[in-house]
C-alpha cells in the first residue's frame, strides 16, 4: 500500500484511514495516540487517548482527571491491533514517558517520531532507532547551526558561575515538563547536593518525576514571603520562562538570569530575552543528530515536521532519501 493510504496529515493532525485514529492531534477528536505530555502534542477534549502510562498521568495532573472520554496506557515495546493496523510505542528519549508510534498495515511501516532527542538524560528512557519505510521527523534545530554542547559542560558552567557570584542568586529559566527535572538531575549527577529551590509550577511534576524512580534531591520552594530575600544568595532557583518576566524573578537578590534552551545557541535570542547565562540544553535532536537518526532508520522516504522543515528536505535529497514537508500547524517549541 502507499505511505499516504495509512497515514495523511488533516487539520486536526496526523491521520490512519485504516485504523481511524490520529496522532498528536491538536483538535478534539474521537481517538488519539498521544507521543508525549507537552501540551502542542498532548490536548484535552479527546474521546479516546492512547498513551504510556506517564504520559496519561502527566495529561491528569496538567488537565486534570477527566482530561478524556477513555484512557488506556501502552507500555513501551507493546504492539495491539487497531482495526488490523499494529501500533507499537517505543521510547523517544525527549521527557518522561515520550514514545516514538510505529504504525504498520499491509506490509508498510511507519514511525511518527514526535520530538525526540539523542543525548542521554537520567529522566527519560534512551531513544531506540526503529527501521521503517518511512519516518517521521521532527526539525525543531533542523539547521547546520545548531549543534549541542555536551549538557554537563553547560551545567558545569553554571556551577562555575555560581563559585563566582556567591551573593547572587543563579535564576535558571527551564520548561516545567522534562527540562526543568533533567536540570536537576544533571545538576546532581555533576555533584551538585544543596537544595535547589523550585517555583511553584514545577512542584507537581517533579514530585511525579521522583515518584517515577528519577532522583532529584532536596527540591524546596522558592518563595521569600516567610523569609528574607538575602537567604537565596549564592543559591540555584529554577522557573518556567514566564515566571521571569513578572514579581517573581524580582524577589532574589542581584539574580543572574540563566535559560536552559537549545535556542541559546543564537546569542541575539539570549539578548533579546535579557539571559545573562545562557545555557545550551535541548530536549531536541541537533542537526548532527537528526540526520544520523534519518541515516540509522533506512526510510526511503522522510517526512518533516514543525521546525526548520526545508533544510532538513534538502538534505535528504541530496542524500537520494526522498522527502517533503508536512506544514503541520499547532506544533510549538515547549520541551526546547
Partial sequence: MRAADLLSPRPEGLYCPPGDFFIDPVRPVPSALITHGHSDHARAGHGAVLATAETLDIMALRY??????????????????????????????????????????????????????????????????????????????????????????????LLKSAEQFPDRTHLVGAYALGKAQRVISLLRQAGYERTIYIHGALAKLCDYYQSRGVELGDLQPATVETGDRQDFAGEIVIGPPAAFSDRWARRFPDPVACFASGWMRIRQRARQRGVELPLIISDHSDWDELTETITETGAGEVWVTHGREEALVRWCELDGIAAKPLHLVGYEDEGD
Fill in 64 to 157: 486534570g482527571q477527566e482530561f478524556a472520554g477513555s484512557t488506556q496506557a501502552m507500555r513501551l515495546g507493546e504492539t495491539i491491533s487497531l482495526n488490523d493496523v499494529k501500533v507499537t510505542f517505543q521510547p523517544a528519549g525527549h521527557v518522561l514517558g515520550s514514545a516514538q508510534i510505529c504504525v504498520e498495515h499491509r506490509g508498510m511501516r511507519i514511525v511518527a517520531s514526535g520530538d525526540y532527542k539523542r543525548q542521554p538524560d537520567a529522566t527519560c528512557a534512551p531513544f531506540i532507532p526503529i527501521p521503517c519505510d518511512v519516518f517521521i521527523t521532527e526539525a525543531t534545530f533542523g539547521l547546520p547551526v545548531f549543534r549541542h554542547p555536551h549538557p554537563s559542560d553547560e551545567i558545569a558552567r
